[in-house]
């Protein structure tokens, strides 16, 4: 097991453009996370997953934000017409989780955006 | 909902030195927690977290952190401090099921030679 891997590592794009970023959680965590870091801040939850199904959003994630699970594998994370302020690290984690019980999220390395 | 406040941005501590880093959560129910470390440019690692039980728990790299429930309260410490400590440290709380997890700001760790 590879642990959960992101791609890619960082990302340049013009303010306008569209990105997406993708997370490969471990494969046996059924849940997958979103989250995104600005400098100086800690990680601040965006979305989450279990299995194939969005089961929560924050407020954080406007409209030009779209997640997909789409075989409950790995995930995508589109932001569309990028703005300065979407600069930022997106932390991709996955967990086990059975009934209520989480044994801790296990992160990828981010992708960190910068919007020019 | 939930939240969690560290107090200290900045920690400088000497190697070889003990250290503590404090956290404050605040949340209705028995909370779970959570320290997860930080390197420049590197995802989130976890080092030790609390369910229930024991109200000191052992992590990993030497840390341990104690739950103190009257304080709202789970800092984290490790007796001797190494150069490879040196690294963002952040707490964090979540509800049971960890649908949602909130981070601290974070303490930034300094470690002298």
């Known amino acids: 097991d590879t642990g959960v891997s992101q791609d890619p590592r960082h990302k340049i794009t013009k303010r306008g453009q569209n990105v997406t970023f993708r997370c490969d959680p471990i494969s046996e965590h059924n849940r997958l996370y979103w989250y995104r870091q600005t400098l100086g801040q800690g990680p601040e939850f965006l979305t989450y997953?279990?299995?194939?199904?969005?089961?929560?959003k924050s407020r954080l994630l406007s409209d030009r934000f779209s997640a997909e699970r789409p075989k409950g594998s790995f995930s995508t994370l589109e932001i569309q017409r990028t703005e300065q302020g979407d600069s930022a690290m997106y932390l991709c984690?996955?967990?086990?989780?059975?009934?209520?019980?989480?044994?801790?999220?296990?992160f990828g390395s981010g992708t960190r955006l910068t919007v020019v | 909902a939930q939240s969690v406040t560290q107090p200290d941005i900045h920690i400088t501590v000497s190697e070889g030195a003990s250290l503590e880093l404090r956290c404050n959560y605040s949340y209705g129910a028995t909370p779970y927690l959570f320290w997860y470390v930080q390197s420049p440019g590197q995802g989130l690692q976890l080092l030790l977290k609390y369910f229930s039980g024991d109200t000191l728990v052992q992590g990993i790299k030497g840390f341990e952190a104690e739950f103190k429930r009257s304080q709202s309260s789970f800092n984290l410490r490790k007796p001797s401090v190494h150069w490879s400590d040196a690294a963002e440290y952040f707490c964090a709380v979540a509800t049971g099921g960890n649908n949602d997890m909130r981070f601290g700001a974070g303490t930034r760790l300094t470690v002298k030679p």
């Open positions: 997953f279990q299995n194939e199904a969005q089961l929560e």
């Open positions: 984690a996955s967990s086990k989780t059975t009934g209520v019980l989480n044994y801790g999220y296990t």
